[in-house]
């Protein structure tokens, strides 16, 4: 199969018009995937337990299996980052991306549907787990395309701005997800159980809709289309080798790949305190009620769509590391009080630890991912290496809810192991970033080789 070929922009503008349409490509396409995976997480907190792994006994173990099902669909992630990759890398990012879409929305959808436990029984949390190991598979191969359409495309100066894009997409795709979430748990018990759980994971249909429209229009990326060319002029033994990614990457990019890993690992543990941990903690330990929980995540995504954008754009001048690291810090002194204020029932106090927690502490880490992780690695094993980088470590990362909520019902809701399982893996993500390099001005051209600044 050949990549697509396109005829390179002419003038400037039209490379400019072409990187914010890819940017904005990006941003859509990106905050439809998290807005299906976002939703799943929520209703594992909130109702899946009592759904499809009733327990009257003690509805926590119903929220433990829920979780359960939760972190089975990362374990897929790293096959879907291999599989699409691989095919990203060899035959443009394009298809790839479209292909993800797919299987996120179809998987997303079809959850809307499905019978309860009551219904079918053993059945249901059976079909829940199997939609759950395809949205997955899909999502494994969604953030380093996506990623990629974006940094590719942009200025070489600019690369931090518009790699923050698919970043945006997640904060909006959780504001949509938390917005109608926080509206359907306004319903009465019993039609929030019935139906009202439903209406969030149907509605992503119309998501998918739009963002496959836009990803059909992408054109692939000027770099891809270099690498291409300049791997055309390479003897027949490297254009082999060209061809299997995973293990170029695993022989030039080792180093590079274990930094980025580090690196997300901190920032993905963190963020889970914000984005379903807490909201477990407060359902069941405090009596702050969950729907001004979901609207706080609401409001600290909604700051974090220009944080993203601000730390990314930083990045370009003060570098990648120097952002990272910064965030890092910040994750590292707010996560206990974070804890402390749910713990007081301040309501008040709690709008601003989510605010403070996700749109600057995450926001910093998460805004530079993109272009920073991108930037590591060759052109030919790109897709590859930054889906490896986001994915290996979503097997930990996935257990997370599950192992933080299990931690939560062993030691009757005192979350200090919690906060300090988080604080030393961003301790992980901050050592990682400081042996790491500054990337913000290598050649994104590069085929194989690692540069100099990137070893």
């Not at 926590?60 to 691989?86: E, K, Q, Y």
């Not at 030039?252 to 379903?276: C, H, N, Q, W």
Request: proline share 5%.
């Amino acid at each position: 199969m050949a990549p697509s070929v396109t005829t390179p922009p002419a003038t400037e503008q039209e490379r400019t018009s072409l990187a914010k349409r890819a940017a904005v490509a990006s941003l859509v396409g990106t905050a439809v995937e998290w807005y299906d995976y976002f939703i799943f997480g929520t209703a594992s907190a909130l109702v899946f337990g009592k759904l499809f792994f009733p327990n009257e006994d003690d509805p926590i173990i119903g929220t433990l299996s829920a979780f359960a099902v939760f972190g089975v669909g990362f374990f897929a992630r790293p096959v879907g980052g291999v599989v699409f990759g691989h095919f990203g890398d060899r035959f443009g990012r394009k298809a790839a991306l479209v292909t993800t879409l797919v299987l996120m929305g179809g998987s997303t959808f079809l959850i809307g549907l499905l019978p309860t436990t009551d219904q079918i029984g053993l059945w249901a949390p059976v079909l829940l787990v199997l939609l759950r190991l395809i949205q997955g598979f899909g999502v494994g191969g969604e953030w380093g395309g996506a990623s990629l359409v974006a940094v590719e495309y942009a200025p070489a100066h600019k690369r931090g701005a518009y790699g923050s894009f698919p970043q945006i997409g997640n904060a909006v795709g959780l504001v949509m997800s938390t917005s109608i979430f926080a509206a359907v748990s306004t319903l009465p018990d019993d039609a929030l159980m019935s139906w009202g759980w439903r209406l969030p994971f149907l509605l992503s249909a119309v998501l998918i809709a739009v963002g496959l429209f836009i990803r059909f229009k992408l054109t692939e990326t000027p770099t891809f289309q270099a690498a291409q060319e300049e791997l055309e002029k390479l003897p027949a033994e490297e254009q082999a080798r060209a061809r299997m990614p995973i293990t170029e990457l695993f022989k030039r990019f080792k180093r590079p790949l274990l930094l980025a890993m580090g690196m997300r690992l901190g920032e993905a543990v963190f963020g889970y305190i914000i984005l379903t941990i807490g909201l477990t903690f407060a359902e069941n330990y405090t009596t702050i009620p969950g729907t001004h929980v979901l609207i706080a995540s609401c409001v600290a995504a909604a700051l974090a769509v220009y944080t993203y954008y601000f730390f990314g754009k930083l990045s370009d001048r003060i570098g990648r590391r120097t952002v990272f690291i910064a965030g890092s810090l910040v994750g590292i002194v707010v996560t206990f009080p974070f804890f402390w204020i749910l713990d007081a029932d301040s309501i008040v106090l709690m709008y601003v630890a989510y605010a403070v927690a996700y749109a600057i502490g995450v926001g910093a880490v998460y805004g530079v991912e993109p272009a920073f992780f991108a930037e590591l690695f060759g052109t030919k094993v790109r897709y590859t290496g930054l889906s490896l980088s986001a994915q290996i470590p979503s097997v930990l990362i996935g257990l997370w809810p599950l192992a933080s909520t299990a931690l939560l019902a062993a030691t009757g809701g005192d979350p200090w192991p919690i906060a300090l399982i988080t604080v030393v893996a961003l301790l992980i993500g901050l050592v990682c970033a400081v042996m790491a390099p500054e990337t913000n001005r290598v050649d994104m051209t590069r085929v194989g080789e690692e540069t100099e600044q990137a070893r």
